[in-house]
């Protein structure tokens, strides 16, 4: 009837559905919309180029506003006014003091260490002390926390304080990819990465705008169902098993994926600080990761994580800060470090006009040549390798030489690919090697300059810039969508009281994050600084201890080699891995031992926080999920958490035995776990909150789609699996790189959804 009024909860969801409208205008408009035009916003604003500083800070400012406004806005739109119980008051209350005090205490135990250190404690004891007493904190939490019921193991009772929840959140968050890896991607990559590598400030903008959408469209949501797991909406919404057991086994495959990369930054960390191997450094690691996740569950890993906020965060910040003050005499690194930008693009010029570099860069494009070679036949041209290596063993041994030089022919011997399968694999990976190396700055783009190639300078360049732009926005579009469907991310915000809680939780959460996203960039400039000014043009018996001692703990880290022979480091024969910069940083600025240790400590907190919270949900998703026989009585919440605790133990165990195999780069892992969770879950998952016509064929069939496109894509395009079935040329579509497959699978997850409903819904089901 004309004229009706609207009932209070229509006019309520309409009022929510405009305000969720116009922040998600606003936040496309500034993530994707400045970084396609980012090649024409070159103009320099007090010394920042406009696109890198929205890239780098901007977005990171605009992303907490609009989460801050819609929490601000729909807790007033909602009407929640909650007073708060006087138990509630005096359980926040104490919870301050003890965060105030253990600060306090941390504080006092740093200027200890230092002061120890000064007066001559070695440098050996101050990791040990750094690796324990933190390790033990969190054992410490663990057994405090530990607990059998359901409802404290799963979402730690649900009465967390937004505030403390927003850190946990962001240790969880904020993994061994985020404190270890993200400055080196920016080190290596600048603005937006070159080649294969699309990365650069893509994960400042992905990491940190996904939160957005958690706000605006998932959180609350998830939050209203009172549920224990990511999954557990799948079943509640659709009905069934098998919407249940797809999302299960899709939080297994991209929490392992994650977690995989969390215990192999455990690894590094603690074997660096240590001395020990490798692997025994993974498996003194993750001890401290099962106290916690196996006792307590979530009612231990929240204030686990809490603690490890505060280590992360200072063994970040304050390193940075240090180093700006040497550099620049401002220790406030993200608004100082732009006065290095025309310094290293200065280098950066230098070093490309150097004739000494020119020197190295033809050596590898010799050394490219070859491998490109010896790959026209590679049956020849292995022979002829063992015969060569055959017959200088026979020269020095007949020559009576020193049996060390006759060992390490024998080793040489030994190296050799034992088949042409290995053999193809290993020179083609050489020979992309050395042909990246033989590019300018060793590959490596220009810190500032978005995207490779010019799309005014011919065809040839315009394509280079097409696919580097095309890259950069569909990693950064799966960084995104991969945020909404992390199952471990989405499962702390069940842990407030309230939905108001929540989307104040979020908030928070993005604030904290913001604190080290917006030092990172930073870190990465002030280091290239270092390298480029300072460690470049040293003599190779004259550089630091550090070098060697991290190449002693993974050659990928860090290696070094004299190409051109002339005794002195020049830029290309310098190889850094993202995985090393932030950790060395301390070396690298000459900082005293004692911040080495904070940072290896707060590395440590980020990947085992990070760990935590992802076991965690893979033994809730084996247990809860795939074995859920709908029990609801005491009995079988105390056989389901005890079912969890098993399924952690065993997935944490074959998780460090894959780490053990050092499978890739943090930074790959992690961002692969994104693709995955994005194109499994989001689409349905979005489809099911806000389109009531979803079916449950629907729902299965799009997550089918969207998981198996998308691990079809990273499959056949890794080099082995190509040259197993033969397969010649590349495997990209519109040259999207596989890290990012989660493009493809996202739209095909979303696609057969909204089609097999449309097909399968009743006549009667609203829409």
């Known amino acids: ?234 079943g509640n919404r659709f009905g069934g098993r098998w919407p249940r057991i797809i999302a299960a086994w899709s939080a297994v495959l991209c929490s392992f994926t994650y977690v995989v990369a969390q215990i192999y930054g455990v690894g590094l960390i603690t074997s660096r600080l240590t001395g020990v191997q490798f692997e025994i450094g993974i498996l003194l690691g993750l001890g401290g990761v099962l106290v916690c996740s196996f006792l307590g569950g979530m009612r231990a890993v929240t204030w686990t994580q809490v603690t490890q906020y505060v280590v992360l965060i200072l063994a970040f910040l304050i390193p940075v800060s240090w180093l700006a003050y040497k550099q620049v005499g401002n220790p406030l690194a993200t608004m100082a470090y732009g006065q290095q930008l025309p310094k290293i693009a200065e280098l950066e010029r230098q070093l490309m006009e150097s004739p000494a570099e020119q020197e190295v860069i033809r050596e590898f494009s010799r050394r490219s040549a070859e491998y490109a070679r010896k790959l026209d036949n590679v049956t020849e041209s292995l022979e002829q390798e063992r015969k060569k290596r055959k017959d200088e063993i ?47 700055l060793a590959g490596m783009p220009a810190h500032t300059h978005p995207f490779a190639g010019d799309p005014g300078a011919g065809p040839e360049a315009n394509r280079l810039f097409e696919v580097s732009r095309r890259n950069f926005i569909a990693l950064m579009f799966c960084l995104m969508i991969g945020t909404v469907g992390l199952p471990h991310l989405l499962t702390r915000f069940y842990t407030t ?162 780490a053990a195999q050092r499978p890739a780069d943090i930074l790959i892992l992690v961002s692969a776990s994104f693709s995955l969770a994005g194109a499994a879950l989001v689409p349905v998952m979005i489809l099911g909150i806000f389109w009531t016509g979803t079916t449950r064929l629907g729902a299965v069939s799009g997550m089918l789609a969207g998981l198996g496109l998308t691990l079809y894509y990273m499959l056949i395009n890794v080099p082995s699996v190509r040259a197993y079935l033969g397969l010649s040329g590349t495997g990209l579509w519109l040259d999207i790189q596989p890290v990012a497959a989660g493009v493809f699978g996202v739209a095909a997850g979303l696609g057969v959804a909204l089609v097999v409903s449309s097909v399968t819904r009743t006549p009667n089901q609203p829409e």
């Open 1 to 234: 009837m004309n004229g009706a009024v609207e009932p209070p909860e229509t006019q309520r969801v309409a009022k929510l559905s405009r305000l969720q409208i116009w922040l998600l205008l606003v936040w496309f408009m500034l993530s994707f919309g400045v970084v396609f035009f980012a090649h024409d916003l070159q103009q320099v604003v007090a010394g920042w180029p406009l696109a890198y500083w929205f890239a780098a800070q901007g977005s990171v400012l605009v992303f907490i506003g609009v989460v801050a406004i819609y929490a601000w806005f729909a807790n007033r739109i909602d009407g929640e006014r909650l007073v708060d119980a006087p138990e509630y008051v005096d359980y926040r209350r104490r919870i301050h003091r003890r965060f105030i005090a253990y600060v306090v205490l941390l504080l006092l135990f740093l200027l200890a260490l230092a002061l120890a250190e000064r007066a001559g404690l070695r440098k050996i004891w101050v990791g040990a002390i750094f690796l324990f007493a933190t390790v033990f904190l969190y054992a410490v939490i663990g057994i405090y926390g530990r607990t059998s019921k359901a409802l404290e193991y799963y979402v730690a009772g649900r009465r967390i304080p937004p505030m403390y929840n927003g850190m946990a959140v962001a240790a969880d968050w904020m993994s061994a990819a985020s404190f270890i890896s993200m400055a080196g991607g920016l080190y290596l990559q600048g603005f937006s990465g070159v080649g294969s590598q699309p990365g650069g400030l893509v994960y400042v903008l992905g990491w940190t705008g996904g939160f957005c959408l958690v706000a605006l469209l998932v959180a609350p949501h998830l939050r209203k169902m009172d549920i224990y797991t990511v999954p557990d909406f799948f």
């Open 394 to 440: 026979r020269r020095l041994t007949e020559a009576h030489a020193d049996e060390a030089v006759i060992v390490t022919a024998r080793r040489e011997l030994l190296a050799l690919p034992r088949d042409e399968n290995v053999a193809r694999e290993r020179w083609t990976r050489a020979m992309i090697e050395a042909r990246e190396r033989a590019k300018p």
């Open 497 to 658: 009281r309230n939905v108001a809680d929540t989307r104040n939780s979020v908030t928070w959460s993005l604030f904290f994050i913001a604190l080290l996203y917006l030092a990172a960039p930073a870190l990465a400039v002030l280091v290239k600084f270092e390298i480029m000014g300072h460690l470049v043009g040293q003599r190779f018996d004259a550089l630091p201890v550090w070098i060697a001692q991290w190449a002693k703990v993974d050659p990928s880290l860090i290696s070094v080699s004299d190409i051109n022979g002339d005794q002195v480091l020049q830029f290309a024969e310098l190889r850094m891995g993202a995985d090393i910069v932030m950790l060395a940083t301390p070396e690298i600025g000459g900082l005293p031992y004692v911040v080495s240790g904070l940072v290896a400590a707060g590395g440590l907190a980020a990947a085992l926080s990070t760990a935590d919270g992802l076991l965690l949900t893979i033994g809730s998703a084996l247990a809860h999920d795939l074995f859920f026989r709908g029990e609801s009585d005491r009995a079988g919440a105390v056989r389901r958490v005890m079912l969890s605790k098993f399924a952690l133990l065993l997935v944490a165990l074959m998780a460090a035995y894959v």
